[in-house]
Structure formats: structure tokens, C-alpha cells
């Protein structure tokens, strides 16, 4: 067993029983689980939640035990920062794991039925009570609190959205007048956020008690009138089965895993509707014998889970993923490109050929036409139906591509602009890189500028993929770029209010979502430049919609835009730059330096994006220096004001 620094987290002795104690940093922790195994031997790892990080150890034989999705059905719970971690890590754990534990038909369900999923080995390991919950209350152990009230319900659980406390105090609420005399609403777990949930239902007698021993927690359940469970989402629903421990009746949602845990032995209605909470709430509280019947079957509910029928699920997995080939499958994937194109006869035949003369055979094509005047449609019908076209008007570019990405069934997508080429392979390795990197989301290469005449002029600045590096400047290459269809169908289209850096925007929107972002050193691509395209021609408005991109998938621009924009607007934009630039060759800097100040006094004020950028900047000191950032993260642990400011 693998732990952070003190004690592990669960002793069990044995002979065939070791514990490591490893370095609390991630990276530092996983790169010694890695060289540990390899020491041991190890034939598979058991790994408890999936995290971004992972020990050299192949992952085919790794079991990822993951309870739900939920952050994949309710992601406005989530932070946009927690969001997009959570979306790594589960995907590296969903597409790349040998195999997924989970504890119930519906999260099993959700898994089978994700994007990211590749494995076919999702097995249930159902969980049971654990031997700290099924102790016997005493007399005594029932907090003050709570004996003031002649009955009570109870929920133990952190206030977290999809708990549902809001609307489980409104159905308290509505029940309250007719519910006997001196009925309370308990509640215990991490009270952070009470304060903000309570609000408008003060003077109702809700009791929030906090973090209370194992002892207190049976006895609150054991004295309950019933547990109140309307929990939006659930993977499984571990107090039902304490409930079921005490003879406890059980309201609860009729949603998710919960009716499959629980079974005949509860009372289950929507959890978004009020009045059915509370005529729950009035019914076993008033209607004679419910309480007797609910009692009896949830003792009997509680025996259908214990703890052999997982750990043998567990051990019949760590044998499979034992003999687990070490590399993934190799899948032919339909490749889909979209080509967009208006009056670029001179380029168009070259950039289709490009296409149409890979080595790897699984490719479909198709031409967005925006009725074009010159010949282009010409071209195209000579082709005849080696490829598909379309000519019809369209609002632009980014339009034509949003249509005809539509309109292809690939899983693997692209576009490429006319009067860009692709290099001969690599679509081969495109598709070599998705299979052997599945959690992989999006993938570019490297590329060549090239002029008019198709010779080479340059090589474009792709760089290895971070967060920050993209928000510093455009380091993936557009026709060196393949992404997955997966997350078009979680981010959705292109965004047709670009004019010149929409895929700019969409590399942010998708990075920021979560996405997996790779970079390989082969060169797939050439990228033209000439006087009519749009990098060249609309400099002016590239950076006031970079700006903008950055402002809102970011919180901030990178001080190099500041750089390109006044050394744009002071050389470039006007017929005395040249002279200008000879004059003075660096003025362009002081005015950017300002403007750039100006815009981290605007983050300053604003909570909300200091918090995001915030996370970004430890992104990459984390990643440069381990050493720093263990100390942020202890002082973030040990500091109630760093917690509340940088969520």
C-alpha cells in the first residue's frame, strides 16, 4: 500500500501486507510508486481515485476504482479550475485503465456509455458497511443537540450542491405545520457553506453539528425519525446502508444509484420536487405502521451487501488486468476533414492531393464551397467521386466548417484551409499517436511555413502543450492539428462570432474544458503564407480577438500579445512605421508594459479571475519546481484565509 507522509490511511497485518511511505508531491510520488513496482516486480496496481499523474507502470494493468461521473451529468457544481482536473484524471483512468471498478448498475452504465471510455472491463464491486460505521450507540452517545428534539431527521453529508440542502429545507419547510410537535432537521459533516444554504430558513429548527465521532453518528441514526437523502447524484449512497444498519426508515431519491441500493426498503421521489420531499416528510411521521415496515425490510436490505462478493470481483479483476497485453489494440478510426475554401483555385488541387495521397486508408473528405466565382468548382468536379464537395453560401469560414464538420462521421476530425497541404504520412501518424496515447484528446505536430509557390519559408513555433505556453501565444498549429470527436460533443462547435482566430479560441475553450493536449516532434503539415490569407491581412483584428479569447478562457493576456500588438500598431499599422522602427527600434515596449499593468490591477479586483490565474501561475511553479510548490500546498492546507481566497 502506497501513502503520503504519517500514518496510512487503513492498517491491516500481514505477512504478505507492505506499506510506502512516499513523498507528498504528486509527480515525486508517483515517479517513486513506479520505480517501487518495477523493484517488486509488481503484475498489477489497484488505484483507489484516478489523479492526473501516474507511476511508470503500464497502464493496461492498472484497476482505477471510480464511484460516478457525476461531474460529467452536474458540471456546473464544479469550479471551471476542479472541472477541467477532474476530466484529466478520469479520463486517463476511463480510456487507459485495464480495468473500472465501480459500485453500482447505474454508474457502471454511465461508464460503459462515456466518449472516453476504451476499456470493456467495467465490473461492479458493490461496497458494504464498513466495521467503524456498525457500532452500537449507548445511551449517552446522542448529542445534547439533538436529544432536545422529541424526533428528527437526519442527513449526514457535506454541503456540496448536488446534496440538494436547499430544497431539502424547503421541503422541511412546507412539512413543518403539520409534522408533530418538536420535530428537528440534524445535520452533520463539513459545515463550510451552511451559512450561505441556511439563509431564509432560519427560523426553522435546523441544527448543524459538524464533524461528530463514529459513536454520535450511530446514535443519530438509530434515534432518527428517518434519514432525508435527496441527493441529486449519487454513486452509491453509503448512509443508506448505515441506515439500514439501525433499522432506520429512509427518504430518499428516486434517481441514480440510490433505488438500486435501496431497493423495496425505502420511500424515493424526485429530489427536485418540494412538495413530494415533504409529503414524504408528513408521511412517516403520521401514517401508522410505516415506520415498523420500512424498519423491518432495511434490516434485511442490509445483508444483501457485504464484503466477499466485492473482494472476489476485486481479485477475478487484478487476474485479468495480470495477463493484460502491455500495449492497447491497434483501431483504424475514420478520419474526417473538412476543407474550407472560397477563391483559392490556384492552391485548392494542391491541398486536396495532400489528402488524398496518405498512406493510411480510412479517410473521408469534404469540401465547403462558399461559391466560389473563380474555377475552384471546376476543380472539384474533376475529382469525380474520389471526394465529396458542397458549393453553397455560408456566413464565413468558421460557418463552412461548423457544416461540414456535421455533416463527417469520423472519429478522429480536422479541418484544413486550401491552401494548406498536409506532408505525406501523416494521417498514419495521427492515427499511430491516438492509438497508443487514447486518453489523448487533440494531438499536433509540427509544421512548415511555406509561399506561394509551395517553398519552404520558415518553420512554425509549435511548442510542448501547458496551459500557460498556449496562453502565451498560439503554439499549435492549425493544419498540424487532430482532435477527437468526443470533445466536440462536450464543447460543441466552432465559434462563428471569429472572424481570424477561431482556432485559437477553440484550443483555449477545449484546453479549459479539460481536454488531454499533446504535442508529437513530426512534422505533418505546411502552412502558406501570401498576401490574401487571413494572418497577414487582418493583423489588427487577430489581436483584438486574441484579447478577447484570452480574457475569457484565461482571465488575463500574456505580456508577449502586449508586445505584438504595440509593436503592430507603432510599425505595422501605419506608413511611418518603418521609419519608426529605425528610429526607435524597442518604443514598442513601454506602452505595453503599461497597458499590461493596468490589466493586473483589474485582476486584482476581481476575486473570481484573481483565483483562476492565480491556480495558473501554481500550475507552472508546481510543475518547474516540486520543492515550492509542497510549500504552497502545505501553506494552502494550514491557511482558513489562502483556502477562502484561492478556491
Request: aromatic share 18%; hydrophobic share 40%.
Given at each position: 500500500m502506497f501513502h503520503r507522509p504519517g500514518k496510512p490511511p487503513i492498517m491491516i497485518e500481514g505477512d504478505n501486507v507492505e506499506y510506502v511511505e512516499l513523498d507528498e508531491h504528486p509527480v515525486v510520488f508517483y515517479e517513486a510508486m513506479g520505480r517501487h513496482c518495477e523493484t517488486i516486480g509488481a503484475d498489477a496496481i489497484i488505484r483507489t481515485y484516478p489523479q492526473e499523474q501516474h507511476p511508470a507502470f503500464p497502464m493496461t494493468r492498472q484497476i482505477f476504482v471510480i464511484p460516478d461521473i457525476q461531474h460529467e451529468f452536474y458540471p456546473n457544481f464544479f469550479s471551471d479550475r476542479v472541472l477541467s482536473a477532474r476530466r484529466r484524471a478520469f479520463a486517463y483512468a476511463l480510456s487507459c485503465g485495464g480495468a473500472i471498478a465501480t459500485m453500482t448498475g447505474h454508474s457502471r452504465a454511465t461508464m460503459v456509455e462515456n466518449g472516453w471510455t476504451r476499456t470493456d472491463d467495467v465490473f461492479l464491486m458493490p461496497a458494504a458497511l464498513p466495521e467503524e460505521l456498525r457500532e452500537t450507540p449507548e445511551p449517552g452517545d446522542l448529542p445534547?443537540?439533538?436529544?432536545?428534539?422529541?424526533?428528527?431527521?437526519?442527513?449526514?453529508?457535506?454541503?456540496?450542491?448536488?446534496?440538494?440542502?436547499?430544497?431539502?429545507?424547503?421541503?422541511?419547510?412546507?412539512?413543518?405545520?403539520?409534522?408533530?410537535?418538536?420535530?428537528?432537521?440534524?445535520?452533520?459533516?463539513?459545515?463550510?457553506?451552511?451559512?450561505d444554504f441556511i439563509k431564509g430558513y432560519e427560523d426553522l429548527p435546523i441544527l448543524h453539528l459538524g464533524f461528530v465521532p463514529h459513536r454520535q453518528v450511530a446514535a443519530l441514526f438509530a434515534n432518527a425519525t428517518a434519514l432525508v437523502y435527496f441527493s441529486l447524484f449519487e454513486g452509491f449512497g453509503m448512509p443508506l446502508l448505515e441506515a439500514f444498519h439501525h433499522g432506520t426508515p429512509v427518504l430518499c431519491s428516486n434517481t441514480t444509484s440510490l433505488p438500486e441500493v435501496g431497493g423495496d426498503a425505502v420511500l424515493a421521489c424526485d429530489p427536485t420536487d418540494e412538495a413530494a420531499m415533504a409529503a414524504l416528510m408528513k408521511r412517516i411521521t403520521t401514517e401508522a405502521g410505516l415506520r415498523d415496515m420500512l424498519s423491518e425490510k432495511a434490516k434485511l436490505r442490509v445483508l444483501a451487501y457485504d464484503w466477499e462478493g466485492p473482494a472476489r470481483a476485486l481479485r477475478a479483476a487484478v487476474t485479468r488486468v495480470a495477463g493484460n497485453p502491455a500495449e492497447y489494440p491497434q483501431r483504424q478510426p475514420l478520419v474526417s476533414i473538412v476543407m474550407p475554401t472560397r477563391n483559392h483555385a490556384r492552391f485548392i488541387r494542391e491541398a486536396i492531393d495532400s489528402v488524398l495521397n496518405q498512406s493510411y486508408p480510412n479517410i473521408e473528405l469534404l469540401v465547403m464551397d462558399g461559391v466560389s466565382t473563380d474555377n475552384t468548382v471546376e476543380i472539384l468536379k474533376s475529382y469525380g467521386d474520389r471526394i465529396r464537395w458542397i458549393s453553397e453560401p455560408d456566413k464565413g469560414q468558421t460557418d463552412a466548417i461548423n457544416k461540414g464538420t456535421a455533416l463527417l462521421k469520423g472519429d478522429v476530425l480536422a479541418y484544413l484551409n486550401s491552401d494548406d497541404v498536409l506532408l505525406p504520412g501523416a494521417i498514419e501518424t495521427v492515427v499511430r499517436y491516438f492509438n497508443d496515447h487514447p486518453e489523448c484528446d487533440m494531438m499536433y505536430g509540427n509544421a512548415d511555413y511555406i509561399d506561394v509557390d509551395g517553398h519552404v519559408t520558415g518553420t512554425y513555433n509549435t511548442a510542448e502543450y501547458s496551459f500557460d505556453r498556449l496562453m502565451a501565444d498560439c503554439c499549435i498549429c492549425q493544419p498540424a492539428a487532430f482532435w477527437q470527436r468526443r470533445i466536440v460533443d462536450r464543447i460543441g462547435p466552432f465559434d462563428v462570432s471569429m472572424q481570424t482566430a477561431m482556432d485559437y479560441e477553440y484550443w483555449l475553450r477545449m484546453a479549459r474544458s479539460g481536454a488531454i493536449i499533446h504535442h508529437v516532434g513530426d512534422k505533418l503539415a505546411q502552412s502558406r503564407l501570401h498576401e490574401d490569407a487571413k494572418t497577414l491581412a487582418m493583423r489588427g483584428k487577430i489581436y483584438e480577438e486574441v484579447f478577447e479569447i484570452c480574457e475569457r478562457h484565461g482571465g488575463y493576456v500574456s505580456f508577449s500579445y502586449y508586445l505584438g500588438m504595440w509593436s503592430y500598431r507603432l510599425y505595422e499599422s501605419w506608413s511611418g512605421g518603418d521609419r519608426l522602427r529605425r528610429i526607435a527600434p524597442g518604443i514598442y515596449t513601454l506602452p505595453a508594459l503599461v497597458h499590461f499593468a493596468s490589466q493586473l490591477s483589474k485582476i486584482g479586483a476581481d476575486p473570481e479571475k484573481a483565483n483562476y490565474v492565480a491556480h495558473t501561475v501554481f500550475g507552472v511553479v508546481d510543475r518547474k519546481s516540486p520543492f515550492l510548490g509542497r510549500a504552497v500546498r502545505k501553506a494552502w492546507t494550514l491557511s482558513p484565509a489562502l483556502r477562502r481566497r484561492f478556491r
Open positions: 445534547a443537540e439533538a436529544a432536545k428534539f422529541d424526533r428528527f431527521f437526519y442527513m449526514p453529508a457535506n454541503m456540496w450542491a448536488h446534496k440538494n440542502h436547499r430544497r431539502l429545507f424547503e421541503a422541511f419547510k412546507r412539512a413543518y405545520p403539520d409534522l408533530p410537535p418538536n420535530t428537528g432537521l440534524i445535520l452533520s459533516g463539513n459545515p463550510e457553506g451552511f451559512a
